[in-house]
């Protein structure tokens, strides 16, 4: 029966290249960086949307000419 290697990424059954393997070995070694990029990603786009203020905006703007220039 076909048994995968022990160190076998999803999607990773071919060619790695260098830096793939470095980033990976990198990430292995310092696990803190991928906490520190999940909470970054919850900042800046896990937010809720306050609908009012959104529609409140959309409605207080002021078109753009056709020709940005003149």
Known sequence: MFTKQKDYKVGR???VSEIT?????????HP??????????HM??????D???LKKASEDSVP??????S
Do not use: A
């Open 44 to 49: 800046f786009w896990d937010r809720k949307v």
């Open 64 to 69: 753009t000419k056709p020709y940005y220039y």
């Open 32 to 41: 803190e960086v991928i906490d520190e990029q999940k909470r970054g990603w």
């Open 13 to 15: 059954d071919g060619y």
């Open 21 to 29: 393997q470095f980033l990976d070995e990198f990430l292995d070694e």
């Open 51 to 53: 609908q009012n203020e």
